[in-house]
Every structure is written in structure tokens, then in C-alpha cells.
């Protein structure tokens, strides 16, 4: 396997090409490392700063410019940029990085001096029966298909969980034709005074942003049912209705051919977790995050964490903790560097952390003990919550016995749609937080780059 | 930017039907707008999925694709010609009993 890998060497490497890395990169670039900069996706941006294809550019427009010029500028600065290239392993503290080429499964491996993780989210998902059949789908998915693609995940859709994620993507979805036929909100976050909550004050432009998607959706008639939550999804061979626990205790259908269920965010954790980098529950009790600094230098020396993989706050944290996150390893790494006043960014970073635990406490996450013993929470592997509580129940009261008991977590996609459900079913503690292991490697690999590193057919 | 006509239409091939797309956009994104929206089969209970993620996580939108199998459509983007195959038939038996 040695002899096929690519090997290559960097000042630092930066892991994930959205908001918080293009932000570290280009500051490291600028302050005169040499700074690799890998992602999976075939397009730097990540979720957030996502690229519309050339063809649809040029006939829809750019989609948020500013990550278009952040982009160019980051290419500008000498950056390596190797969109393509997924990190499936490390170690040495993230000093040596194992890549496979997304296109024809090439290995690589990297050396570096420093090591910054910022890997993002992926949406979080509470289980209800039904939702695995096609065509109930996650916000983010619906909003992919609306902005990048110009398509409505369909005629006729039901928005539901929680959050302020589920705004935006109603308004996309309006944009692009969609009718929607209700927001289904979990939490009251959307009251009279909700423009004078303290926090939120101190930023007026996030406050303003979700005060003019209320408006967009009153205009287009869209209601915004609160206190209220999806209990089934029916359909034969992809999803046609939805029953909706209401507000005063009742239940009513409404006929859908898409449903977009999304509860907030989970960080991507795994790299720091796989490192061994010492973590804490977050703020929901659902998550392990890396202890960090202000800086984002982890309890692993030379591995430093920015971005919602370090905890939610958006993409606007996430560029300010990217960029200090940068500066340290400046310090680190370049030590005859005159000193760089940060003491903004520094105070830019705490205002937005008041805001994500202003968000964290309008859209608090439901119980999982009201999940169904029928339901399926392994989507993969087809994983009961009743098979996983009954594991729990039997002897193997911890996490990771009952993963091994059921399978619960065990497919391809690693538990990360699950993991949070089974830790808070099977968990021995309630809030401490469990979570799969992260191991080698951390996303699935073509089999042939395992075995031999050699181009996939 | 000011935005120009619609984008360039490719042909595409969807289980043996031609049809037709824009260029650039995600494989899924022809599918639905296309109204296919049951992919492939669950291996282990066999259930009929679909794209669910749409961010390449959950690998729940994995087709054929130009004879690739096992190809992520959420990442995948339409080009001239592609050849697209869903893989909907019922398992032969049950994976686990």
C-alpha cells in the first residue's frame, strides 16, 4: 500500500472547505505558511457557500457571492486547494493525514505541522414511523435541490421539526414554485417580543434576517404551526401523507408528496474524536465536542478545531473562529510574526456564541422517549427503537453493546443519522452524551482503495 | 449577475427512458424533477428508499450511474448522455433472516 500512496508535505492542513476553513486558510496563506486545503466535495464552499454548477450559474446568477470572492481569494493566496479528496484517517495527533481521491480512490497521505479540523454538520434527525420512505427528505436537501439545482422537492410540501434552518428553506422552497403546506414548528420561538429578546439584540442583522422570512412566508400565506410535530408519514412506495400532533392535543392529516423533517444540527466530530482530543457534552446533551480554547486548540497539541464542528453557531462564528483559530497556529508555527491585534474578532466571537445560545434555548430538542418501540431509528441496518431499548434492557446497558447486540449504527453511514438516538436510548446516563467511537476509517471508502489504493472501475 | 435564458438541456437516460435535464445539476435533482423518487432497495429489510441527506452522508440516493454502481446521486451531476439506473426490484431473499 506504501508504494501507491501519494505522499506530501504542508505547514498546515486545513480539513473542509466551507465558511470556517476558506477563513483559516486564507489567513495562514497571507501570514506565509504553506496550507493544504482538503475536501471532500468537488467544489470548495462547503454547505453554507455551496456552488451552483457553471451551466446553472450562467443562467440563474451566482449563488452567495461573497463565497465566491472568499473563494478566489483563498486560490489567490497560494492555497492547495484538493476539493475531491476525502480525509478518512490520522494520526500523530492530525500531523499525518490519510486521503483517498473521491474520483478514482487514489491514496494519499499528508504531513503537516499543524492541524486545523473544520469538518462542519450534517443535519440532525429524529426518527418517526415512515421516515424512511422516499420522499421525506431533510431541509437541507430540500434546500439543496431549490437553490442549487432550481428544482421543488415538490408540489406539495410539509416543513417540520425545529429551528431557524427551517425559514430559509421555506422561502427557497416558495421561490422555486413549491407550495407549502404548513411549517411545522415543535417550539414557540415566533411571539410577540420575540424582537426584544436580549441576546438577540446584540445582533440586530440575525434578528432582522428571520424577521424578514416571516414575512415572505405571511405573505405567501404559509402557515406557521407551533407547538406542533409530525407523528407519521403513510405512503406505499413514497411518502403521500402526514399525520401532525397539534398544539391543543389533536391530530390531523395533510396530504404531501414531500417531507422535510429537520431538528437543527449535529457537529462532524469524528477526526478531532478520532485523535483522541479530550470532548465535553454540548449545550442539547446530544453531542461529545472538543474542548477547546478561544482559539480552538484542542486538549491535542498542534490540532486545532473552528466551525460548527466545534459546536453550532452558524456561519458567521464560523468564519470568526476560523480566522483566530489561524492566527494561532501563526503564533505557533511562525513565532518572529510581529503580533496581530485580535481583540475584535475576539469580541465579534463571543456576541455570535450569545447568539447560538439564544438559539440553542428558543428550539430546545424533544425527548426520545417518545419514539415508538415500532419505529425504525437504524435507517441502514433496520434497527428498531423497541429492539434498541430491549438491547439496553438485556445486559447490554451501554452504548456500544448495544450496538454490537443489534447492529444499531453499523452501516454505511456510520451512525451518523442514528448515533445520537441509540446513545440516548441505550446511554446509561441520561445527558452524559455518548457517542460511537470514531475509527478508521471515518467515511466509507471504496473497497478498492483499501485493498490495493488502485483507480476505481 | 444578471441571469440569462434557462440552462443547456442534456439528454438523459433514466432506467432505459430517455429524458431530458439541465447540465451541471445534481443527479437527484433530475430524478425528482423527474418524479422518481424510490432508488434502491434497503439490503437488509429490503424497504424501498430514497435520496434523504442530499449532502452525501446518509448514502440512501446510491445509483447506477455510466455502469458505476453504488454511485452517490446527491454528488453526482448530470452530463450529455449519462446513462442513470435505479435499482427498485424486489431482493432475491432477505440479506438476514
Redesign the interface.
Known amino acids: 500500500m506504501a508504494d501507491v500512496m501519494a505522499q506530501s508535505e504542508a505547514d498546515v492542513a486545513v480539513i473542509g472547505g466551507g465558511p470556517a476553513g476558506l477563513h483559516a486558510a486564507l489567513v495562514l496563506a497571507r501570514g506565509g505558511l504553506s496550507v493544504v486545503l482538503l475536501d ?3 467544489t470548495l464552499g462547503g ?1 453554507y457557500y455551496k456552488r451552483r ?10 449563488f452567495r ?1 461573497r463565497g465566491t470572492e472568499l473563494i478566489r481569494q483563498v486560490r489567490d493566496s497560494g492555497v492547495d486547494c484538493r476539493t475531491g479528496t476525502l480525509v478518512w484517517g490520522a494520526e500523530d495527533g492530525g500531523r499525518t493525514l490519510f486521503t483517498s481521491d473521491v474520483r478514482t480512490g487514489a491514496l494519499g497521505r499528508v504531513s503537516t505541522r499543524a492541524t486545523l479540523a473544520a469538518t462542519g454538520a ?2 440532525r434527525s429524529l426518527p418517526f414511523p415512515g421516515w ?7 431541509p ?3 434546500l ?2 431549490a437553490t ?4 421543488p ?1 415538490g408540489q406539495r410540501v410539509v416543513l417540520a421539526g425545529t429551528g431557524p434552518f427551517l425559514l430559509p428553506v421555506a422561502c427557497a422552497l416558495l421561490e422555486v414554485g413549491a407550495r407549502i403546506e404548513a411549517l411545522v414548528e415543535l417550539n414557540h420561538p415566533y411571539r410577540p417580543g420575540f424582537s426584544s429578546i436580549g441576546g438577540a439584540l446584540r445582533q440586530p442583522a440575525r434578528l432582522a434576517e428571520a424577521a424578514r422570512y416571516l414575512l415572505t412566508l405571511a405573505r405567501h400565506g404559509v402557515r406557521v404551526e407551533q407547538g406542533s410535530r409530525v407523528l407519521a408519514a403513510h405512503g406505499d ?2 411518502v403521500t401523507a402526514v399525520d401532525i400532533a397539534q398544539e391543543d392535543g389533536s391530530v390531523k392529516q395533510l396530504e404531501t408528496d414531500a417531507l422535510c423533517v429537520g431538528f437543527g444540527f449535529r457537529p462532524s466530530t469524528e477526526l478531532p474524536r478520532l485523535l483522541g482530543c479530550a470532548t465535553e457534552p454540548d449545550p442539547s446533551g446530544t453531542e461529545q465536542l472538543p474542548i477547546v480554547d478561544a482559539d480552538g486548540a484542542t486538549s491535542v497539541d498542534g490540532l486545532y478545531v473552528a466551525g460548527d464542528c466545534a459546536g453550532i453557531a452558524g456561519v458567521h462564528a464560523a468564519g470568526v473562529r476560523g480566522q483566530l483559530a489561524a492566527h494561532a497556529i501563526l503564533r505557533r508555527l511562525s513565532p518572529e510574526r510581529p503580533t496581530v491585534r485580535l481583540s475584535g474578532l475576539r469580541r465579534r466571537a463571543r456576541a455570535l456564541d450569545r447568539f447560538a445560545e439564544l438559539a440553542d434555548r428558543l428550539y430546545p430538542l424533544p425527548t426520545t422517549a417518545d419514539i415508538p418501540d415500532e419505529t425504525q431509528v437504524c ?4 434497527v428498531s427503537a423497541g429492539e434498541i431499548r430491549q438491547a439496553a434492557a438485556t445486559g447490554w446497558n451501554d452504548l456500544h453493546g448495544t450496538k454490537a447486540a443489534t447492529r444499531a449504527g453499523m452501516g ?2 456510520q451512525g ?2 442514528c448515533g445520537h438516538i441509540v446513545a440516548a436510548l441505550a446511554g446509561r446516563n441520561e445527558g452524559a452524551a455518548e457517542c460511537f467511537a470514531a475509527r478508521m476509517p471515518i467515511r ?1 471508502l471504496p473497497m478498492a482503495a483499501t485493498v490495493e489504493g488502485q483507480e ?2 | 449577475m444578471s441571469t440569462n435564458s434557462l440552462p443547456q438541456t442534456v439528454t438523459v437516460t433514466i432506467d432505459g427512458t430517455p429524458g431530458q435535464a439541465w447540465a451541471g445539476q445534481s443527479v437527484t435533482a433530475a430524478l425528482v424533477a423527474a418524479g422518481i423518487w424510490p432508488l434502491r432497495r434497503n439490503p437488509v429489510n429490503g424497504q424501498l428508499r430514497g435520496p434523504f441527506c442530499g449532502m452525501g452522508v446518509c448514502l440512501e440516493c446510491e445509483v447506477t450511474i455510466n455502469g458505476r454502481p453504488g454511485t452517490r446521486s446527491c454528488t453526482a451531476h448530470v452530463t450529455d448522455g449519462m446513462d442513470i439506473r435505479t435499482h427498485t426490484e424486489p431482493l432475491p431473499t432477505a440479506a438476514h433472516g
Not at chain 1, 53 to 62: C, H, I, P, Y
Not at chain 1, 148 to 151: H, L, Q, S
Not at chain 1, 379 to 382: A, I, L, W
Open positions: 471532500e466535495s468537488d454547505q454548477a457553471e451551466q446553472l450559474t450562467a443562467a440563474f446568477g451566482d457571492p450534517y443535519e424512511t420512505l422516499p420522499g421525506v427528505v431533510t437541507g436537501f430540500a439543496h435541490l442549487m439545482d432550481r428544482v422537492v412506495t413514497q435507517r441502514c441496518e433496520g454505511p453511514c451518523r443519522e466509507p476505481v472501475p
